[in-house]
């Protein structure tokens, strides 16, 4: 399995109500710590998902599935809440279950 790579620059994770920073290389979740944040039960909000599949690329564990162009499903049992998924949503689609 090859290592995700982290984000280059820093991303804005919004969830839900909150959102914090993550700075250039950091974990995500280690981010969200910082700011006093858990990870919380992710889904995929299929109105929005463009199933570009940036998220099943940094997903560690194998947890989100889908067809290209169409949406993405997050399997709950696989799912170890890394949040690395929701640093590379670009459309916000990722949200919390
Ligand atoms: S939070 Fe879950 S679905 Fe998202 S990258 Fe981590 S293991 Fe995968
Ligand atoms: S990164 Fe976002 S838009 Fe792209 S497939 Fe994943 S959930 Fe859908």
Same mark, same amino acid.
């Given at each position: 399995?090859?290592?995700?790579?982290?984000?280059? &620059?820093?991303?804005?994770?919004k969830l839900g109500?909150? %959102?914090?920073?993550?700075?250039?290389?950091?974990?995500? &979740?280690?981010?969200?710590?910082?700011? #006093?944040?858990?990870? =919380?039960?992710?889904?995929?909000? =299929?109105?929005? *998902?463009k !199933? *570009? %599949?940036? *998220?099943?690329k940094?997903?560690?564990? #194998?947890?989100?599935?889908?067809?290209?162009?169409? =949406?993405?499903?997050?399997?709950?049992?696989? *799912?170890?809440?890394c !949040?690395?998924?929701?640093?590379?949503?670009k459309?916000?689609?990722?949200? =919390?279950?």
């Open positions: 399995m090859t290592q995700p790579q982290k984000p280059p &620059k820093e991303v804005v994770v109500d909150v %959102q914090f920073v993550v700075p250039p290389g950091a974990r995500v &979740k280690d981010a969200a710590a910082a700011a #006093g944040i858990e990870i =919380p039960a992710l889904k995929v909000d =299929p109105a929005t *998902c !199933g *570009c %599949q940036m *998220c099943v940094v997903c560690e564990t #194998g947890a989100i599935s889908g067809n290209k162009k169409e =949406p993405h499903a997050i399997d709950q049992s696989l *799912c170890i809440r !949040g690395e998924c929701l640093a590379r949503c459309t916000g689609s990722i949200v =919390p279950a």
